[in-house]
């Protein structure tokens, strides 16, 4: 009896974690500068999501942003933006590694999508890494927030259409 109620047990357990695993690492972070790098370089790693729809590896990007631009969608910024639902579902994150022309790292700015957390900033949380994964910004930056504002009918995304 005893031998079958931990084989139970074990078979729960691992069905838990191959759901969580399945769900993409499990819980959204907190909109702060270090849980949301700790969910993107440990929880669930960027490199692995998808590449923003329609875009490839290093294409030229434009001022402020690096020279050359890679974008990252996890699963949900992807299913809407495939979708074309206009506004991206809560817990979608965008990740953009800014190159120097040298291919060399400059920075990593993200936007995430919090429910509730700036209404007038579309509800997006900002960040801004230094290569060495440090915090140049993060929150609701006025800087993302102005320049970004110039696309609040593309939900405030710049790369590529959402609707
Ligand atoms: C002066 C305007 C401007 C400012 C300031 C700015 N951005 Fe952007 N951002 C852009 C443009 C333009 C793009 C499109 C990519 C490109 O061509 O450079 C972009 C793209 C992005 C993307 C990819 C998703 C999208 O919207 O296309 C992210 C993530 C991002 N920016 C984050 C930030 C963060 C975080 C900050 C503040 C630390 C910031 N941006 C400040 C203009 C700006």
Not at 51 to 60: D, H, N, R, V
Not at 121 to 145: H, L, Q, R, T
Request: hydrophobic letters at 40%; proline letters at 5%; a positive charge.
């Amino acid at each position: 009896m005893k031998r079958k109620r931990i084989v139970l047990l074990c078979g729960c357990m691992i069905l838990g974690l191959v759901s969580f695993a399945l769900a993409g690492g499990g819980e959204m972070p907190a909109a702060k500068g270090k849980a949301v790098y700790n969910f993107i370089t440990n929880s669930s790693p960027y490199q692995q999501w998808s590449l923003f729809p329609g875009k490839g590896k290093f294409y030229k990007g434009k001022h402020p942003h690096g020279a050359l631009l890679t974008t990252y969608v996890n699963d949900i910024a992807l299913t809407g933006i495939k979708n074309k639902v206009g506004t991206l579902p809560v817990g979608s994150m965008i990740v953009k590694e800014n190159y120097m022309p040298n291919k060399m790292l400059g920075a990593v700015t993200v936007m995430y999508r919090v429910d509730g957390y700036d209404p007038n900033g579309g509800d997006w949380f900002w960040a801004k890494y230094k290569a060495d994964g440090s915090i140049a910004k993060e929150g609701k930056v006025n800087g993302c927030i102005n320049c970004h504002a110039a696309v609040i009918t593309n939900d405030w995304v710049f790369t590529g259409p959402v609707k």
